[in-house]
């Protein structure tokens, strides 16, 4: 376990080097001299604006369901009240008496 883990970072640390020479041989671009490649922060910016647009389709379905549900349950309210009124009004009817609340 522990050789595995040490053959994985001594990979890593060989890719990242090799990165950082091949960028000040200027085989890898990086243009702003930030030490990241211009690909990977293409790719960076790339997937943010996606998960930007993502974001706002998510907000806006979101507030597309609770609207919905919000409406439902209005309905659903709206119906028991109106059963519950129905009920009282049998009451009232076959006892003559008032129902208590």
Do not use: Q
């Amino acid at each position: 376990m522990v050789t595995g883990l040490l053959i994985t970072v001594g990979a890593i640390v060989f890719l990242a080097v090799g990165i950082y020479l091949a960028m000040k041989s200027d085989k890898i671009a990086d243009a702003n001299n930030n030490n990241i490649p211009d690909v990977l922060e293409t790719a960076f910016e790339n997937l943010k604006a996606e998960a930007e647009v993502a974001a706002k389709t998510i907000k806006k379905v979101v507030k597309a369901v609770e609207t919905e549900v919000e409406a439902d349950v209005k309905k659903v309210a709206a119906e028991v009240k109106n059963v519950e009124t129905k009920v009282e009004d049998t009451v009232k009817r076959l006892t003559k008496k008032p129902i208590k609340k």
